[in-house]
Antibody, heavy 124, light 110 residues
Framework: QLQLQESGPGLVKPSETLSLTCTVS??????????WGWIRQPPGKGLEWIGN???????YYKPSLKSRVTISVDTSKNQFSLKVRSVTAADTAVYYC????????????????WGQGTLVTVSS | QSALTQPASVSGSPGQSITISCTGT?????????VSWYQQHPGKAPKLMIY???KRPSGVSNRFSGSKSGNTASLTISGLQAEDEADYYC??????????FGGGTKLTVL
């Protein structure tokens, strides 16, 4: 059974960089047919797609976040990571890592596996 | 890229049917057959309920169905049960390989 687990600091200071890692178990991140992504949810609010990446390194980002976000992949560790630069209180959210299958369509259009989520608070 | 539009809340009695709408544009919902729906219970990760507009993943009850017309997608839940009370989010693939979510709808089972 595929499992995804987020890890990283739960508290980040304003203007600093938020860094999270997602460890994938029960499957290979290098398998063709899957993208790996990040979604966040501010407390009491809705879901926001951040971006995703293929094991080859091709990444796509939400346009309004693109200038501050980088998603990378480490196939040797079966992990992928998220960095958000210059954070503010508006970046406070539960961050989920997830899998996007592309088995039936050629694009990562849905999310079939989610991590449990990790709360990151931006505060001094 | 604007969020898709969903009603903030819907409600229904056990056994009834409800429909949640999700309105987008010709750049997302109207241009692709790639709308998905997610159920989220408090404190839990979302769960995929519908993908590619109307397909159900294995294990999802057939009480859940999806449809689409033009720029609006819909999720229908028939035979409402207490366990269906949750937040529901629509999501669409959009141009330039991005995804956009709806604002979410809180379903209350009366």
């Amino acid at each position: 059974q595929l499992q995804l687990q987020e890890s990283g600091p739960g508290l980040v200071k304003p203007s600093e960089t938020l860094s999270l890692t997602c460890t994938v178990s029960g499957g290979s991140i290098s398998s063709s047919g899957y993208y790996w992504g990040w979604i966040r949810q501010p407390p009491g609010k809705g879901l926001e797609w951040i971006g995703n990446i293929y094991y080859s390194g091709s990444a796509y980002y939400k346009p309004s976040l693109k200038s501050r976000v980088t998603i990378s992949v480490d196939t040797s560790k079966n992990q992928f990571s998220l960095k958000v630069r210059s954070v503010t209180a508006a970046d406070t959210a539960v961050y989920y890592c997830a899998r996007h299958p592309t088995e039936t369509v050629a694009v990562p259009a849905a999310i079939d596996y989610w991590g449990q989520g990790t709360l990151v608070t931006v505060s001094s | 890229q604007s969020a898709l539009t969903q009603p903030a809340s819907v409600s229904g009695s056990p056994g009834q049917s409800i429909t949640i709408s999700c309105t987008g544009t010709s750049s997302d919902i109207g241009n692709y057959n790639l709308v998905s729906w997610y159920q989220q219970h408090p404190g839990k990760a979302p769960k995929l309920m519908i993908y590619e507009d109307s397909k159900r993943p294995s294990g999802v009850s057939n009480r859940f169905s999806g449809s689409k017309s033009g720029n609006t997608a819909s999720l229908t839940i028939s035979g409402l049960q207490a366990e269906d009370e949750a937040d529901y989010y629509c999501c669409s693939y959009a141009r330039t390989s991005t995804l956009v979510f709806g604002g979410g709808t809180k379903l209350t089972v009366l």
